[in-house]
């Protein structure tokens, strides 16, 4: 089955305890980004990748790293953690940049206390 | 700065009739377009696009319109059914900058 999974699911950390978000595609997909979802803002993308090793910031990259050192997979890292990073967070891939259906994870809902 | 706007938060309709939801963009160098559902504690699910040299697109029951002067896209369903109950967003694409920019989303509710 075609599918984004994400791990964890759920998650609740305290502020500056370093996390990382994994998204792994079975779909051989070039393309892969990383958004966050919030109330009244939608969905605002953070970083993408249009391949392996080529990644690049989206609109709110601050406070996020990210890696793609395998075409599958494209993690999510938070350094240090703050409240305002508190957020459901997809992971997404697509096999064309720009034009190509976005297929989505079923969401990590982070909190930071 | 909303590059894609859903102005209106939700929407009622009933069971048979048209439901439309739109969308605004401010960005010319947007050359695609995408609808995308979402329901509770699922990750949106793609629906229907439409290319910037298009001015309309059918999928069975979704139509999604496209006018480039008015930078203004929307989406027909018709008809409309209860399990069309999701929230939608618009998405814009710049291939340019390989960045998609989404909506803040419209909850639609199907009454029956």
């Known amino acids: 089955e075609a599918q984004v999974t994400q791990n964890p699911r759920y998650l609740i950390t305290v502020t500056g305890k370093k996390l990382t978000v994994t998204c792994s595609q079975n779909m051989n997909h070039e393309y892969m980004s990383w958004y966050r979802q919030d109330p009244g803002l939608g969905l605002r993308q953070i970083y993408y990748?249009?391949?392996?090793?080529?990644?690049d910031k989206g609109d709110v990259p601050e406070g996020y790293k990210v890696s793609r050192k395998e075409k599958r997979n494209f993690p999510l890292i938070l350094e240090s953690p703050s409240p305002n990073q508190t957020s459901l967070y997809f992971c997404?891939?697509?096999?064309?940049?720009?034009?190509?259906?976005?297929?989505f994870g079923e969401g990590s809902r982070l909190t930071v206390l | 700065d909303q590059q894609v706007k859903q102005n209106s938060p939700s929407l009622s309709v009933q069971e048979g009739r048209i439901s439309i939801l739109n969308c605004d963009y401010t960005n010319s160098m947007f050359d695609y377009f995408l609808w995308y559902k979402k329901y509770p504690a699922e990750g949106p699910t793609f629906l229907i696009s439409?290319?910037?040299?298009?001015d309309k697109n059918e999928d069975g029951r979704f139509t999604v319109f496209l006018n480039k002067s008015a930078k203004h896209l929307s989406l027909h369903i018709v008809p409309s059914q209860p399990g069309d109950s999701a929230v939608y967003f618009c998405?814009?694409?710049?291939?340019?900058?390989?960045?998609?920019?989404f909506g803040t989303g419209t909850r639609l509710k199907v009454l029956a």
């Open positions: 997404a891939s697509s096999s064309r940049a720009s034009t190509g259906e976005l297929f």
């Open positions: 990748s249009m391949n392996v090793e080529v990644t």
């Open positions: 439409i290319s910037s040299i298009k």
């Open positions: 998405a814009a694409s710049d291939g340019g900058t390989y960045k998609y920019i």
